[in-house]
Structures are given as C-alpha cells and as structure tokens.
C-alpha cells in the first residue's frame, strides 16, 4: 500500500502524519486491496475547476474521490472548506480532514452517498472508523 500526500494550498496546514495513519487504519478495518491513494490537498478555486471538470457542479466542495482502477484511487480535499466546516459542526479543522480522508475511502471500498439510506449507512461506517 503506497499513500502519497501532494499539498498544493499554502493557507491550511496539513497534519500529514495523522492522515497517514489514519488512511491505513480505514484500508486495514476495512479490507479494501488498495495499491496507491493520492490524497491532494488543493484550494477553493483549483477544487471548483476539479468538481465542475468532472462532475459538472459549478461550487467549491470539500473532497472529491476517484477510483481510477486498478488499485488506484485519488481523494482530493480542499482544507479550506473543512476549516469552515469544522467551525459549523464544532470540531477541529484537523478532524474535519481526517473525516473527508475515511469518507474518501469509503468511497474506494463501494460506498455511496447518494440516498438518504446510504448517507445513514455511510455515517455509520465513518464513526466506526474513526
């Protein structure tokens, strides 16, 4: 399993060393086969370029997964929506990421977020990992 992390934001710092940890711990629980995650922390406007490129939604969002086959797999996090987020549900900017990082994840291993069942289930499964 290889994590690489690319911060391409200046304005959030990224605690690279709890991602990791907890990337690992997520797989791990998990059992999902994953060879390579990126995980790239990119800002507001490069974020809204991505989400508008490839899933044709014109805002800035907090993460965005791709499961690029094969064992590959990209998660990108914009920390500065976390940072607001963070603020909102009353928890730490850190947290937040470390959430968006085992949402991500979860995506890789099947899970989906598009039903009101499925975001129930999904919040479960982040609790548990988390």
């Known amino acids: 399993m290889e994590i690489i992390l690319k911060d391409l934001q200046k304005k959030t710092p ?18 999902v086969k994953q060879s390579s995650l990126s995980i790239v922390f990119v800002g507001t406007r490069r974020m809204r370029s991505v989400n508008k490129k490839y899933l044709n939604h014109d805002h800035v969002t907090d993460v965005l997964t ?18 607001v987020n963070a603020r909102v549900h009353q928890t730490s900017t850190e947290n937040e990421i470390i959430l968006y990082v085992v949402h991500g994840i979860l995506h890789l291993a099947g899970y989906d977020d598009h039903s009101p069942k499925d975001i129930l289930q999904m919040r479960k499964m982040e609790k548990k990992l988390l």
């Open 14 to 31: 990224i605690p690279k060393d709890k991602i990791l940890k907890a990337a690992k711990a997520a797989f791990r629980k998990l059992g």
């Open 66 to 83: 791709f499961d690029l086959g094969e064992g590959l797999g990209e998660i990108i996090i914009c920390p500065q929506v976390a940072s």
